[in-house]
């Protein structure tokens, strides 16, 4: 019988990226959509299919991290083998806005579905997805062993799960691993980063939409990698015979002005001509951001093979394709190069829609 798996955040970044993995790898894939008033499926959409098909492997449901029954109702029903839990919200710069939402869907979220999976008595192995931003103003570099001195709203709520996933771990003997992953984008990753914001002002400009990209400061530096290998990290953490916590990163550090001189150059345009600083006042520069990953390469056999050159070209590429617009075209080499070209991209929904908790379920 298939694996299964169930995914909050599915309609993410990670989310959808690691349904597709997933799937290829055969298993069926239930993931936790949040209920919007708009469509928030994007990511998504060529994996949700007829509800009648019988041959289905991917099902959705409508859930919520502040609600721990509907949760516990899931897993009970679903009764996943592996449990992703990739969900929350993931805005370090907006958790000053909303610090306490933060933390309720944040690390409360994190709780909550732990607490799901304990009451309805299944046996699952646990992904955390924890985040860099736990280790704050730690100098770098980063790794297992790393003190925490997060220095956000997200990074306490993120440091939060994190312990809560390790003591569910010692304390009921669950299957539960986090990932400390640093940044890693993608043509999904969400709008309001500098990297999606650099590539799609591109193409904007390229379309002559827009005439400028607007960035606050361009000094701070990340450890960027190309997010569908890191979904990869997720799956190899629980197929380990124990669970532990493993750093996830290239060890290469770049400034986001680095970003930008990079993807503009790629297009053939001069950056220092289009760049115009955001005024807003912006959070100071933190430390550098250098990921020490050797524990996932000894342990996981895990290395990043998609450089940060090659990262940009992707991101430009896709960007420019969505106006419709000619790319440079280095992007789909690379991803053929790296064999990082999953199936199942363009099933689409010929339903437009999600099915109601529980119906799904009653067959
Ligand atoms: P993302 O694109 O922002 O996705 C977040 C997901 O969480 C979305 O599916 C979102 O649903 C869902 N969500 C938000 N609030 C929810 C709620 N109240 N109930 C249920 N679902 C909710 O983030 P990502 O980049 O895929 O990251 C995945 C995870 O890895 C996150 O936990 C993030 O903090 C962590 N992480 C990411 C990075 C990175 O560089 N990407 C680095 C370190 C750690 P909607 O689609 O409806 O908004």
Request: glycine content about 8%; charged content about 25%; hydrophobic content about 35%.
């Amino acid at each position: 019988m298939a694996r299964k798996a169930f995914i909050t955040g599915v309609t993410g970044q990670d989310g959808s990226y690691l349904a597709e993995l997933l799937l290829s790898k055969g298993y069926e894939v239930h993931g936790l959509v949040r209920k919007e008033s708009t469509f928030n499926t994007s990511r998504i959409d060529h994996l949700l299919v007829d509800p009648f098909e019988p041959e289905r492997k991917f099902f959705s449901y409508y859930g919520d991290l502040s609600d721990g029954a509907t949760l516990t109702n899931l897993l009970y029903d679903i009764r996943p083998d592996e449990v992703y839990h990739l969900g929350a919200q993931t805005n370090s710069k907006v958790s000053f806005d909303l610090p306490e939402y933060t933390g309720d869907i944040t690390a409360l979220g994190t709780i909550r579905l732990l607490e799901a999976i304990r009451r309805s008595g299944i046996k699952v192995k646990f992904y955390n997805a924890s985040s860099f931003e736990i280790f704050g103003t730690s100098p770098p570099p980063y790794n297992e062993n790393t003190p925490f001195y997060p220095k956000s709203p997200f990074g306490g709520a993120k440091a939060y799960a994190f312990w809560m996933t390790a003591n569910y771990r010692k304390d009921y003997k669950l299957f539960a691993s986090s990932g400390i992953l640093f940044d890693h984008e993608s043509p999904r990753r969400f709008e309001s980063t500098p990297t999606r914001k650099t590539t799609r002002a591109i193409a904007q400009i390229l379309a002559a939409k827009e005439k400028f990209l607007y960035l606050g400061s361009i000094e701070p530096t990340k450890d960027w990698g190309y997010a569908p290998e890191y979904v990869e990290t997720m799956w190899l953490m629980l197929q380990q015979e124990k669970a532990d916590d493993y750093v996830i990163g290239t060890g290469v550090s770049h400034s986001v002005g680095e970003f930008v001189k990079e993807a503009f150059d790629y297009v053939g345009l001069d950056w220092e001509r289009y760049l115009k600083k955001d005024p807003r006042p912006h959070r100071p520069t933190g430390p550098t951001l250098i990921a020490d990953a050797s524990k996932a390469k000894r342990e996981l056999g895990w290395e990043p093979r998609v450089t940060f050159k090659e990262l940009v070209r992707i991101m430009v590429d896709a960007d420019i394709e969505t106006l419709g617009l000619t790319r440079p075209g280095e992007g789909k080499t690379i991803l053929a190069k790296h064999n990082l070209n999953y199936g199942n991209r363009a099933s689409g929904n010929p339903t437009g829609g999600l099915e109601e908790w529980p119906g799904l379920l009653r067959k």
